[in-house]
C-alpha cells in the first residue's frame, strides 16, 4: 500500500508550488490528495520577478482538489505538503487546517512547507517555536514573531521532520529533501 500525501491549497496557491509537488509524488508512487476549502476548481498563481520591488502575480492554471479540508482526518496520512502563493494567508484562519498541521507536528510526520506556507504557522506558533525553518524573506518577521528561528543563508532548510524552502526556484532541493524524509 502507498503512502498516502496530504496537499492543501486553496485560490492564488502558486502554480509551479502545487503542480511541482503534485506530479512528482504522484510519479513516485504515492497517493496524494489535494485539500481545499471548497470542491471547486482552484485558480493558482504565478509569482514572478520582473523588474519590480517585489513579486508580480499573473492568473495560471486551474486545479481541481479531491478532498474538503473540513473533511480530512489528518491521521490518514503519511505526509503534508503546504505550497505557498496567497493561499496561506487566508488558509491559516481555518481552524480545521490548523488541527490538520497541529497532527503533522505533533506525530512528527513529514512536513514539506514552501514560500508563504509559513504563514499558516503564525496562527499555531507553537508548531514552530524552537524550530528552525526557511520561506520567502518577507515571511521572516512572522517566522521570528512565532518563535521560530528564520534561516537566510540558505534557500531550504530541514529541521527534523519539517523541510522548508524559499520559493519555487527552490522546487527540485525541497522535494529531493521530503522524499528523503517520506522513505525513512
Known sequence: MSKKILLLAGDAVEALEIYYPYYRLLEEGYDVTIAAPKKEKLQTVVHDFTGWDTYEEKQAYLIEPNALISEVNPAEFDGLVIPGGRAPEYLRLDENVQSIVK??????????????????FEA????????????????KPGVELAGGTYVSDATYHVDDNLVSAHAWPDLPVFMREFLKLLNK
Do not use: D, M, W
Request: glycine share 2%; proline share 6%; aromatic share 8%.
Open 103 to 120: 497532527h503533522f507536528f505533533a506525530e512528527n510526520k513529514p512536513i514539506a512547507a514552501i514560500c508563504h506556507a509559513s504563514q499558516i
Open 124 to 139: 499555531i506558533p507553537e508548531v514552530i517555536k524552537g524550530r528552525s525553518l526557511t520561506a520567502y524573506s518577507a515571511c
